[in-house]
């Protein structure tokens, strides 16, 4: 060919090219085309549209293989272009395009041929469209002439509204203004007789400072003599209330003398307690213990504490090594001093827990909870020892209730009139919180 393919013409071979790529093996593609073998028809023929224009142009195996693919699907066309008579109702395009793959015998005339009608066709197609938007483009002009014409007489309209209300505006204008100055002819009368009055108040304010001056001058002499003589009533009752105090004190320093001259004792009998009669007995812990209640039930640790001025002694490692061994020591402390902590809180009742300290090089760093007293034995002294020291610190007669599952320090604390319970007890009542 003397010329390159008419634009349509290339775009036609292009698409059936990549039509035909996907029935051909990779070994049957150039080169150049192997990396679209994948792509989709459109994709190809987008993507590349000018390597398959280049391979078809330069490859005369692969422009035959897809004429090969175009004769099986083309058959009728290929025939009649290889007969040197193209059908004269197909598409110019397509007969180009078919010339151009096939080449038969004159196929550059056919495709001049094709590619000129198509150009024509292309033209004449162009030609109308212009045709159709210059139709549409002078039925928008005359719509929007009509429509300025439209709005050119809806703002005539408007603007002769406009100038009635202008003339309506400048007449009330006129009239506001009228109406100004005779307010401020008003307002200069108003302001003269406020002059006026200002001058008579101002007089009168005068004679006002002037009564009230003489007013406060006899009010001051009034609070004086008040208080003059408020003065005197109360020297006169000091006076009269220093004698009375005198002679008070001289009749009780009479009393206490003769309370000593004649060694009277207090008083510390009453009449009611010489009536004779049967006073109830006061219960104790050992009371407690006779009731219906297991040595392991909750409900027994409540009722001691319940008992007046009851006081609970804590084995400390006696107790954690019992319920939680396996934490650390430091742990254990904790979490039985939190326990009696919610217990004293509950009870109302005054808790020591005891630890043994007797190993210990320094003294361990605690903060005791609100209600639980903490208290570590010393060097050479056992936990039990200082258990021991504390029942017999109490006095006879007050509840103590100590909780060990020792029996040795149990045996001791009942000898000296206190109440033993076991640790599982404390355990299971701190356990219910």
Sequence with gaps: MDRPLPEGVRHRVVTIAADAFGSLTTAELPTQLRQYARFTPTRRAKFAGTALAAALEGDALFRQRIAGRLREAQAELAAALEAGSPPPAADPLDVAAAAYLLRPPGWAKLVAAAGEEAERAHADHVGEENARELERLREELAGLRAAAQEEGRAARAELDVVRKEADALQRKLRAAAS???????????????????????????????????RLRSRLAEAEAALEASRRAVREGRSLEDMRLRLLLDTVLEAAQGLRRELALAPVQVRPADTVDAVAPAAINPRDIARRALAEDDP??????????????????????????????????????????????????????????????????????????????????????????????????????????????????VARAGARPVASTLLLRRLSRM
């Design 179 to 213: 109406d100004l100055r005779r307010g401020e002819a008003a307002l200069r009368k108003l302001e003269g007789e406020l002059d006026r009055a200002r001058g008579t108040a101002a007089a009168e304010v005068a004679a006002s400072d002037s009564e009230n001056r």
């Design 299 to 412: 409900q027994l640790l409540d009722q001691l504490l319940a008992l007046p001025q009851a006081h609970l002694v804590v084995d400390g490692y006696n107790v954690t090594k019992t319920g939680y061994p396996t934490l650390p020591l430091e742990k254990q402390r904790l979490r039985l001093l939190g326990g009696l902590a919610g217990l004293a809180a509950q009870s109302g009742a005054e808790i020591t827990c005891v630890f043994d300290g007797a190993e210990l090089a320094t003294p361990v760093l605690l903060a005791p909870p609100r209600g639980v007293r903490v208290l570590f034995s010393k060097p050479g002294e056992t936990a039990d020892e200082l258990i021991r020291r504390l029942v017999r610190a109490e006095p006879p007669g007050r509840p103590i209730v100590v909780v060990s599952a020792d029996r040795e320090v149990a045996d001791g």
